[in-house]
């Protein structure tokens, strides 16, 4: 149907052929990171139906400067973001202030897991521990910004951090001790 720039033009002409184009492209990929902020997949399928409305809504507003997928993932991102303050009353953040530093897993589990096993595990994590972990490790956001999207303290997106990196070390010395077998609830 053309390049991604004929497909984001045609949108924002409105055209809805280049719409379902746009979100047949990109809606497998953002799947995967509205998922790893939340705990199943219909959570994440709500999730990320609302971030195409505003990708659709503020189509406009992309200027063709940087990369359009980075732009969208954005909009995903904060829409996870917003969805994990809306449901803030299940969503604890622990206020340390003083951090203790955890060394790195010695461990290289990357070639024994799948993906999906990966993204289970992440599942497993409680909401503060898995957001702030994804915007960290997987996103590269720091953890002064991290603070002002969540809105807590830079030392609680610490702590949030190294209890998800202790947790998932746990999880995944437990996976690989016993073969333990990932499933979906």
Known sequence: MGTEEQIVRGCIAGKREFQKKLYDTYSG???????????????????????????????????????????????MVHTAIEHIRRKKQTTVFDDIENILHHPESETDASGKLSEKELLRMLTLLPDGYRTVF???????????????????????????????????????????????ELKNE
Do not use: P
């Not at 999880?171 to 001790?177: A, I, T, V």
């Open 29 to 75: 990929k953002m799947l995967f990171v509205c998922m790893r902020y939340t705990k199943n997949r219909e959570e994440a399928e709500d999730v990320m139906q609302d971030a195409f409305i505003k990708v659709f809504k503020n189509i406009h507003t992309f200027k063709f400067l940087g990369s359009f997928e980075g732009w969208v993932r954005r909009i």
């Open 134 to 180: 994804n915007l960290y490790v997987i996103e590269g956001y720091a953890h002064k910004e991290i603070a002002t999207m969540l809105n807590i303290n830079e030392g609680t997106s610490k702590s949030q951090l190294s209890k998800a990196k202790d947790l998932l070390k746990t999880l995944l010395h437990k996976y690989l001790d016993t073969d333990i």
